[in-house]
């Protein structure tokens, strides 16, 4: 009887629950009061009237109409409300200790069943808009992480061009032109690295990197590219031998990605080659292939498929300040530019990334 009471109860609102309860409380309570008082006077009859009778009936007739209210307020508590009750304060607990990894459901048709489903409703908002911010604070902090390993690369370079004016030009063993050139060469960089600082300023991940197409010269964008590589090299005590294809061309490409890229790849080919890093340029009819290679030791079976991966680092992990990061970028950057990027070992050993950009041929 109490099951079924209980599951009707289950689907009626809490005034309806209410109401039934007060009517079958107040049947209940005034059979009682019919059997009291008949009761008492089946006791007046036996034993006549006497002064205690009306009194206790008064009694017992006060105390059968409370222990009904009671009981009513027990039953409508359990029944209705002790349930979702517990079910809240649970969730909330939970919320109050940061955990939002659980579910909340109560299997009824009144207003406490509302309230648990716009509890969980409201919950779930909560899960997805904390987990949405926090995506984009890992976002935001690998982005900076980025934005200071790309910045290494370039100032390595602007680095090596102030080194070498300091060395020579007091010297005058550097001509004119050639200083002229260089101070062209630094400003060219000094250029990309403010647009480089305003891009990485205004996105909010690295995909977001905007590509700028415009004619570029193939012949001085490697030869500016070749320069940079130098002065990477140069201090690591490196040599640095650059190929190319198709030389006198001009494509519609973003020069500012491909030197990202470019820099990133020479970085890390000079970081671990033994004495010579290699790049050969490949221009195809909508590809261009930046093909680097060194004389170190090559990828292991591990770094060839993890190499790509943000922060991978392999086993130079505390060996030195790199961060696994360059290739990680290098991917991103071609995939964004229509390209991919493939890592390899060479078959003379040493490793060999191609990187490769979608461009398309300028018509003359």
């Known amino acids: 009887m109490a099951k079924l009471l209980n599951g009707l109860l289950k689907r009626l609102t809490l005034l309806q629950?209410?109401?039934?309860l007060g009517v079958l409380t107040l049947m209940s309570v005034l059979v009682v009061i019919t059997l009291e008082f008949a009761w008492v006077e089946y006791l007046r009859l036996r034993l006549g009237d006497?002064?205690?009778?009306?009194?206790s009936l008064v009694?017992?007739?006060l105390l059968t109409v409370a222990a009904g209210i009671v009981t009513m307020a027990v039953l409508f508590y359990r029944w209705k409300l002790k349930r979702p009750l517990e079910l809240l304060?649970?969730?909330?607990?939970n919320i109050s200790a940061n955990n939002l990894d659980f579910r909340v459901?109560?299997?009824s048709r009144d207003e406490m069943g509302e309230l648990v489903a716009v509890f969980e409703t409201m919950r779930a908002q909560l899960e997805t808009t904390i987990k949405t911010l926090w995506r984009s604070a890992e976002e935001r902090k690998q982005l900076n992480a980025i934005f200071a390993h790309d910045l290494r690369t370039p100032l390595s370079v602007l680095k090596g061009y102030g080194e070498f004016l300091a060395a020579y030009l007091p010297e005058k063993k550097v001509?004119?032109?050639k200083v002229l050139d260089l101070i062209h060469t630094i400003n060219l960089h000094i250029v990309r690295l403010e647009r480089y600082a305003d891009a990485m300023s205004s996105i909010q991940k690295l995909e977001d990197v905007p590509v700028h197409r415009q004619p570029t010269d193939l012949h001085s964008l490697a030869a500016m590219l070749n320069d940079s590589a130098e002065q990477l090299a140069r201090p690591l005590g490196k040599r640095f031998v650059s190929s190319m294809e198709h030389a006198n061309s001009v494509l519609y490409a973003d020069p500012h990605v491909l030197m990202r890229v470019f820099e990133n790849l020479a970085a890390n080919a000079v970081r671990y080659a033994a004495s010579q890093v290699n790049v050969r340029y490949v221009l195809q009819e909508d590809e261009l292939q930046m093909i680097v290679t060194d004389d170190g030791p090559g990828f292991s079976d591990e770094a060839v498929h993890k190499a790509m991966l943000p922060f991978y680092r392999g086993e130079v992990w505390e060996a030195t300040e790199h961060h696994g990061l360059g290739l990680y970028v290098c991917k991103v950057l071609c995939e964004t530019h229509g390209g991919s990027l493939q890592l390899d070992n060479s078959p003379q050993g040493g490793g060999c990334v191609t990187a490769k950009f979608g461009v398309e041929l300028k018509k003359s």
């Not at 304060?89 to 607990?93: I, L, P, V």
């Open 175 to 177: 001509s004119e032109e």
């Open 50 to 55: 006497t002064e205690w009778m009306l009194p």
């Open 89 to 93: 304060k649970r969730a909330s607990e």
């Open 105 to 107: 459901s109560y299997d």
């Open 59 to 61: 009694a017992a007739v």
């Open 17 to 20: 629950a209410f109401i039934l």
